[in-house]
């Protein structure tokens, strides 16, 4: 019979672990929206992470080579080259127009209005333009950027799904 040390855990294990935090932060971001408080959810999601971080350094099956360290690195090192291009074209547009009478049209939100208005005061005609929509719109385009670059290095350096057995 397998054994396992106290301090380790199986990889599947992690996996169950990890849904249950996800799913516990959903529920944590509900309440945070019904009690019209972000602090919540920003403290469950620190400590959800920190979990998931040390849950990791725990699990016995998860096997780190050269390969996939430079595969990671790799995708991790494109994925910026392209944010930082979008993210830096997205602000200088969203600067001229925040801060001009672009085109004639009366936008908002204006510095003025964000500096004179607190966030809970502020109403968005258009939701998307509400700031934390937009970061999390560029928070999944950095994880989907990734995603893409990783699959293709392992693809084109044979990655973990590569391996004969």
């Known amino acids: 019979m397998y054994k396992l040390h ?3 855990m199986k990889q599947n294990t992690f996996y169950v672990l990890t849904g249950i935090i996800v799913t ?10 019904e009690w ?15 979990t998931v971080y040390f849950a990791r350094r725990r699990v016995t099956g998860i096997i780190e080579d050269e390969r996939s360290i430079a595969i990671s690195q790799k995708a991790a090192f494109h ?17 001229v127009w925040t801060s001009s009478n672009f085109f004639g049209l009366e936008r908002t939100p204006t510095f003025r209005y964000i500096r004179e208005h607190s966030p809970t005061d502020m109403e968005f005609g258009r939701p998307f333009l509400n700031p934390g929509f937009l970061q999390l719109l560029f928070l999944c385009m950095i994880i989907f950027l990734y995603v893409g670059f990783k699959f293709y290095y392992e693809r084109k350096y044979g990655g973990e799904d590569m391996d004969e057995e």
């Open 6 to 8: 106290p301090e380790s």
């Open 24 to 33: 516990a932060l959903v529920g944590i971001f509900w309440l945070s929206l």
């Open 36 to 50: 019209n408080d972000p602090l919540p959810i920003q403290i469950g999601f620190v400590i959800g992470v920190i």
């Open 79 to 95: 994925t910026l080259e392209i944010f930082w291009v979008v993210f830096f074209t997205f602000s200088l547009g969203f600067i």
